[in-house]
Each structure stands twice: as C-alpha cells, then as structure tokens.
C-alpha cells in the first residue's frame, strides 16, 4: 500500500458524459501527478500540482481539467467523453516537485 | 529518438537467472527512478537514485551519471518477478515533468 488512494476504482460511464477522479496523496506529500494509460501503452502525463499551484502541463486535452485543494486531495475532470478517453488513470504524489513518487491503485474508466 | 531508452524491450527467463535491464538517457538529470507495474496494473516505485548504486532484497541498481546509463539487476528471479519496469528521469531543464522510458516487459518461467 502506497498511502496514494484513488476512488473510484471503476468506472463506466457513456459518451459525452462527465466524471470526476479523485485522489488523496500521502500525508506530507505537496506534489500530485495525474497519468494516463490507454491500453498496453505506456505512462502519459497529464498534470502536476505542487501545493495547489498547478505546476507542470502535458499532453491534458482541453476536455480535461484537474484542482489540488487546499487539503492536497486532487480532482481530475474529464467532460464530453469519448470512446479513446478508455484508460486507466494513475495518481501519484511526492513530497517535492519530481522526488520520489508513489502511485495510487488507479481508476479504471470505461467509457462505452 | 527517446530521451530515455530502455533495454530489452522484452525478456524471457527462467526462474533462478541473473536479469539486468538497462536505461539510457540524453538529458541532464536529477535523479532516475525505476518503478515496477505488475500484470494487474498496480504501480510501485522500486529506487530513487541519483548516484552510484542502492540495493533491495534481490534487486539491485547503478547509474552511472557520466555515461548517462542506469542498470536494474534481478539476483536469483522468481516468477512474481514478472512485470513490466519502467525507467523515468527527473530532468534538470525546469519543466518538471518525469521523462519515461517505453518499459521493458519481463516473464520469468517457473
């Protein structure tokens, strides 16, 4: 076990739909990173907050958006789904911005 | 070409072998992380290093920063061993952003 918790861990929804991933870090750990993995392939960044200022982009389409509150618990929305939006989605956190991270058990999206 | 290439992209070995799966890197960094994703998909770090080498249980790994290489060996391998180990560095650019390799997939054979 991690300390990362990510609810929920799965997840079916339809096209066009919205959802919302949430994840909490470990205690003491600032920085949140969001992943997502589509089938057999690798790790693709989404986002990093670091102490709820978001802190580094990567490929997050425009669909989708992500927060950090002031707890540190992390949101990740992701609106007008598609078909491709399929993935397993992974939070990690780290106490420093690229220290050390741990993975949360992921949620598994199904978007049919 | 990838800033951070990994070696073999797959392996197959019996229980018992020595495995080494190397990481390649183009980019000056902070540190390089090695992480292992079991077949159900759970990820968990497995060394943080940013020099010389750290040791844990069976496995092993080196980086040498001048070469720009990094190594994770697997001492007397076991089919849980099986799994896909993923290389990422912390690039010392700003971005803040890890760089990962592709994943070398690794079925050890009971």
Redesign the interface.
């Known amino acids: 076990d991690s300390g990362v918790t990510q609810t929920p861990k799965h997840l079916i929804t339809a096209t066009g739909q919205r959802v919302t991933l949430r994840c909490s870090p470990r205690s003491g750990d600032l920085s949140v990173y969001w992943y997502q993995q589509s089938l057999d392939q690798g790790l693709q960044f989404l986002i990093q907050y670091y102490n709820g200022e978001e802190r580094a982009k990567g490929n997050i389409l425009e669909r989708f958006s992500a927060q950090q509150f002031p707890d540190l618990h992390s949101e990740l929305n992701l609106s007008s789904l598609e078909l491709g939006d399929s993935a397993l989605y992974f939070c990690a956190s780290s106490v420093v911005s690229l220290g050390e991270q741990f993975f949360g058990p992921g949620t598994r999206l199904t978007v049919l | 070409k990838n800033e951070v290439e990994q070696s073999p992209q797959n392996l197959t070995a019996q229980e018992g072998e020595f495995i080494t799966i190397n990481c390649s890197y183009s980019v000056g960094i ?2 390089l ?1 090695w ?1 292992q994703q079991h077949p159900g ?5 497995l060394f ?1 290093l940013s020099s010389g080498k750290k040791k844990h249980g069976r496995l092993i790994a080196t980086i040498n920063i001048q070469e720009k290489h990094s190594s994770l060996h697997i001492t007397a391998s076991h089919p849980r061993d099986s799994a896909v180990y ?1 290389c ?1 560095v ?1 690039p010392t650019s700003g ?4 760089i ?4 070398t997939r690794l079925k050890v054979l009971a």
């Not at chain 2, 998909?41 to 770090?45: A, D, K, Q």
């Not at chain 2, 990962?100 to 994943?103: E, I």
């Open positions: 902070s540190a992380h992480l998909g759970g990820i968990v770090s943080m993923i990422a912390a971005t803040y952003k890890y990962f390799g592709t994943g």
